[in-house]
């Protein structure tokens, strides 16, 4: 049985960073919708240009469309094993429509970890970011502070520059994301949870804590 699995999480639950190491571990590729959909960016045909202006307005890409592209990625050689999903299922529909294709290969979900983290910790995540001008170096004002401000304005620790937040970490914007995601994933999280499959991660952890404890929830679901 491969080890297929839809990995949920507020944004700042460091979803992305535990992929990385669920790939690493168990050798099987994360598939992430949103970065699929980015990836067409790069692309001019009429579909490319569909999903480009539904993203940009902020709305969810059409489900036919959606279930279209994960089928092909599908078809890739990589996914005999297994996958991680992200980002998908974002409904139920979804998640129905994915229960019956792998079920065609004999396959099914065998494990829904769920990164928990609480609404106020997840805004302070995101919005307390800041970057140095070129990017390179990351900070958190609350979590992982610079050393020092200049007239009043973070600072770089290397060049002494000011630090930038990204206007979609703007507390509105953050906050908006963040109540979509709660909003969308409680009847997903629902229809896992009547299958016996959701399996809540502490997501405040540190890092290599929350990596432990979902590497051995994987462990022994598969
Ligand atoms: P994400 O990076 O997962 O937040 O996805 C970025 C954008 O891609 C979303 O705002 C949607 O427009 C689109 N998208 C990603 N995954 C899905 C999905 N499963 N269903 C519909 N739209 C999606």
Redesign the pocket.
């Known amino acids: 049985m491969g080890i297929y699995m839809v990995l949920i999480g507020v944004q700042g639950a460091g979803k992305g960073t535990q992929a990385k190491f669920l790939v690493e571990k168990f050798g099987i590729p994360h598939v ?3 970065d699929l ?1 980015r990836a067409m960016k790069t692309q001019d045909t009429p579909l490319a240009r569909e999903v480009q202006a ?2 940009n307005a ?4 059409p489900d036919d469309i ?1 279930n279209r592209m994960v089928e092909e990625r599908l078809k890739e050689p990589d996914t005999q094993n297994g996958v991680i999903f992200d ?4 409904n139920v529909v ?1 998640a129905e429509w994915l229960d019956k294709k792998l079920a065609e290969r004999n396959q099914r979900i065998v494990i829904v970890p769920v990164l928990e983290l609480d609404r106020e910790i997840a805004i302070m995540r995101a919005e307390g970011r800041r970057y140095s001008q070129d990017k390179s170096r990351v900070y958190n004002i609350y979590f992982n502070q610079p050393l020092n401000k200049k007239d009043g304005v973070w600072v770089d620790d290397v060049d002494g520059q000011p630090l930038i937040q990204r206007e979609d970490d703007y507390r509105e914007s953050v906050e908006k994301r963040i109540d979509l995601y709660f909003k969308e994933t409680v009847p997903l999280i629902e229809y896992y949870t009547v299958q016996g499959l959701v399996k809540k991660i502490d997501a405040s952890q540190r890092i290599e804590a929350v990596a432990q404890s979902l590497i051995q929830a994987v462990e022994e679901a598969k």
């Open positions: 992430s919708t949103g959909f539904i993203m902020g709305n969810l890409v959606t980002g998908y299922p974002r979804q």
